[in-house]
C-alpha cells in the first residue's frame, strides 16, 4: 500500500505501489515546474531532488555514461576490499536477486558499476539504461537512484519508480547500502539491488543492508587474521630488539610491541617508505618494511628532526589543519573544530593556559575543566612533541603561524567559543 504521512509525504509501502507512484509523478513534475504540491516526497528523496537540480541534471536525459575501459575496471576490482567479500556478496545476495527477477549492482566509491550478476532478462534490460559494469551511477551522473543517492547520504536507501529524477529510470526500483572498511572506517563501496517497478517489495532495503554489515564483518576478519600473521612474524624480532619499538599493518593498527605502552592504532603518513621518518606522535623513528606491515623503532634523540614551526591553517572551515614542519619535512594533521579552537587559543597565549582559562576560552565556563583535558589528552596523542603542558602551551622553540581566512567573518565561522568570537570581532590579536 501507499502511506502519506501528516506532512504529505508519500512513502510506498506494498500492493498499493501504482497510487503511490502515481502521487510521487505529481510531487516531481511539481518539483520541475517550481509549483508547490500538496504531496511530497520523502525527506531523503527530497534532499537527493534538490542536490540533483542544483547540479543541472536533465530529468530527460539518458542514463547513459561513458563506460570505463576493461582494464581500469579489473584495476579498480583489485583495489578495492570489496573484490575480498564477492563470495559472501554473491552468496547473499545474488541468488536472491536472480529468483526475485532482480540483479545485485556492485560500484567504488565513485559509483562506478564494477559487478553485477543476477537474473539474465533483467541483466540485458539494464543494458538500455546504462547499468552495466563500468557505467558512472553517482548523482551527479544518472541524478537520484539508490547508489548515487547512497554515496551522498553514506546511509542505506531504497528508491522506487518516480522518486529517480531522470525520467528514463521510471520503471525500475532499486535498494542500495554503502559498505565502510572496518579498518579506517572509510567506504569502500556500495552494494545495490535493482530490478523492474513490478518486483518492487518493503523488505528489499533490509536485506541488502544486512548483506552490506556482513560484508564489514568479513572485511573485519580477515583484518584480525593478518594481524595474527603480522604478529607471529614480528613477536620474535622485537624479542631481540632494545628499546622502544612496535609492529603495525599498513593502516597503524597494532600488532606487536615492546619497551613502551601499547597503543590499539598508529597514526601513519599516507605515503610511508623505510627509512628515517619523523611520526608526529613518537618522534623520530626508523622505519622497516614487514610482510602485511611495518617495523618501527622509535629514536631516543627525540629532538633530531623534531618540528620547529606549526602552522594552524584555519583559511578553511571545511579543511581545518595543523602542519608541523621540521629538518625532514613537513607532515599534515587534520582537526576537528573543537581541536581547531583548542589550538587557536593556545596560538593567542603563546605563554599557555591552565585548563580553567582553556574551559573559559572555549565555553565561557572555567568548570569545564575535564573536557578541556580530555581534548588536549586526544590532541597531544598526534602533536606530542608540540604540545607541552603545566600550563598547556606550544612548546619552547616551535614557531606558530595561524593563517586565517581571507575575512575575519570566516573564522571557525560555526564556533561559539569565546576566544573565537572575539577574533571574529577584531577583539583577540593572533
Sequence with gaps: MSRTSSAGAVRVIGQEADRATRLLHRAREARLAGERSSVAPRAEIDASWERVVRSGIDPEQSPESELLEAEEIEHRRHSTALGEVMPLLRAGLASIADAAQQIMVVTDVE??????????????RAHDICLEEGAAWAEGATGTNAIGTALAARAPIQVHSA???????????????????PRDGRLVGIVDISGPASTFHPATLALVDSVARLAEGEIRTRHLVAIERLRAVAAPILCRLGGRALAVDTHGWLAAVTGMPPVDRLPLPKSLVAGRVWLPSLGMCRVEPLPGGWLVQVSDSTAEGAPRRAVLDLSRPRALAVHLVGPLGTSTQRLSPRHAELLYALAVHREGRTASELAQDLFGDATRTVTVRAEISRLRRHLAEVLAHRPYRFGDGVEVEVVHPEHPADLLPHSKAPVVTGARRGAEPA
Design 163 to 181: 522518486e529517480h529524477f531522470i525520467r528514463a529510470l521510471h520503471n525500475w526500483t532499486c535498494a542500495a547500502a554503502p559498505v565502510r572498511d
Design 111 to 124: 559509483g562506478r558499476v564494477l559487478w553485477r550478476q543476477g537474473n539474465s532478462g533483467v541483466l540485458h
